[in-house]
């Protein structure tokens, strides 16, 4: 399938899920997640119209940030090191991993001395898989509240992955479990801005995420594909 035809795929489905629960289609941005290709192939993505690009490391973006960095609207996805956080602030607009403190106050000092705002969402690890990054659900209060103080970092929504499993429907508890904590915290107003924003929902369980309230859908393989794949462009 060529990249027009997943695009167009993926619009069809992502605005079919939105009519089945009641949303507004400009309510669910999509960020191409270009992990899996080449800067040529990334480049044919930004062409496409996408706007939003998400990669989730950095020795993987860097190539493609010197090539394409003044193109596009840039997400860090991945988990994030320490000491990784200098290459991504002013590069990264918004950062989808956000877990601890010690990671706050490093993208803090880093976007103060840039004299900028990086936008984050709070990783929060809603299926309680071992293998998976964030905070217990239980934290996210304490954690938002610590980190309020903070002026160069926003604190804009939450993000969480869900289990891959064969049947998306499978994957529903975790995203609605993210909204209601979403809801919850809102409602306490720990962060200055109103926490609006729900990160959910990649190509295997995209549909299930936007009937539970998705904003930001991270998508790779189903949307950008693979460069292996034939007829790419
Ligand atoms: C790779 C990745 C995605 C996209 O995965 P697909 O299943 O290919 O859509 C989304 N989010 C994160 C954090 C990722 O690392």
Redesign the pocket.
């Known amino acids: 399938m060529s990249l027009g035809d997943r695009i167009r795929k993926v619009n069809e489905r992502v605005e079919a899920a939105c009519q089945r629960s009641g949303r507004a289609r400009e309510d669910v941005n999509i960020i191409a997640?270009t992990?899996y290709v080449s800067v040529s192939a990334m480049s044919a993505v930004l062409d496409s119209g996408f706007l939003h690009v998400?990669e989730?490391r950095w020795q993987q973006a860097e190539e493609k940030w010197k090539q394409l960095g003044h193109r596009g609207i840039w997400h860090y996805?991945?988990n994030l090191q320490t000491n990784k956080v200098k290459d991504v602030v002013g590069k990264f607009q918004y950062i989808?991993s956000l877990d601890r403190l010690s990671l706050a106050n490093e993208l803090e000092k880093k976007a103060a001395d840039l004299d900028l705002t990086v936008k984050a969402f709070v990783q929060v690890n809603i299926s309680g898989e071992e293998s998976k990054h964030g905070l217990e659900p239980d934290q996210a209060a304490a954690f938002l509240k610590d980190i309020s103080g903070l002026k160069h970092v926003h604190v804009i929504g939450l993000m969480t992955?869900a289990p891959h499993v064969d049947d998306p429907e499978l994957t529903r508890p975790v995203f609605r479990g993210l909204r209601e904590l979403r809801d919850e915290l809102d409602g306490q107003a720990f962060t200055p801005e109103p926490l609006k924003e729900l990160s959910m929902g990649?190509?295997?369980d995209f549909e299930v995420a936007v009937e539970e309230g998705a904003t930001w859908l991270?998508?790779?393989?189903?949307l950008v594909g693979k460069e292996e794949d034939e007829a790419w462009v």
């Open positions: 997640v992990k998400g989730n996805i991945g989808h992955m990649m190509s295997n991270r998508l790779g393989s189903i």
